[in-house]
Nanobody
Framework: QVQLVESGGGLVQAGGSLRLSCAAS????????MGWFRQAPGKERAFVAA????????YYTDSVKGRFTISRDNAVNTVYLEMNRLKPEDTAVYYC????????????????????WGQGTQVTVSS
């Protein structure tokens, strides 16, 4: 069982930066692929980024490549999402998710591939 708690959301102007954190419980954090998803009002939950437990591979949706960076620290069971050059269209509730343990990366971009979710943190980017 994994419990996830996000933090770091807030209100920022376009072009600004935020860093989201997701603290995970449990002793096998290093065997989970960790992902970030977001859900804007009236839209479905969408993949943002993932950090695989397999070889440290990282994945990003096209719209955030070059602006967002996902990282993890297995020593403190935490995954981060550094968000730079934020745009109003990045406004959403951001969710941390865990996939595992020991699963391959086949479904890393699908919300259905993750079994554990945090409560979400709001990110609002003003123009």
């Amino acid at each position: 069982q994994v419990q996830l708690v996000e933090s770091g959301g807030g209100l920022v102007q376009a072009g600004g930066s935020l860093r989201l954190s997701c603290a995970a419980s449990g002793r096998t954090f290093s065997t989970y692929t960790m992902g970030w998803f977001r859900q804007a009002p009236g839209k479905e939950r969408a993949f943002v980024a993932a950090f695989s437990w397999i070889g440290g591979s990282t994945y990003y949706t096209d719209s955030v490549k070059g602006r967002f960076t996902i990282s993890r620290d297995n020593a403190v069971n935490t995954v981060y999402l550094e968000m730079n050059r934020l745009k109003p269209e990045d406004t959403a509730v951001y969710y941390c998710a865990a996939r595992g343990p020991y699963l391959d990366d086949y479904d890393y971009y699908r919300a259905q591939g993750y079994g554990y979710w945090g409560q979400g943190t709001q990110v609002t980017v003003s123009s």
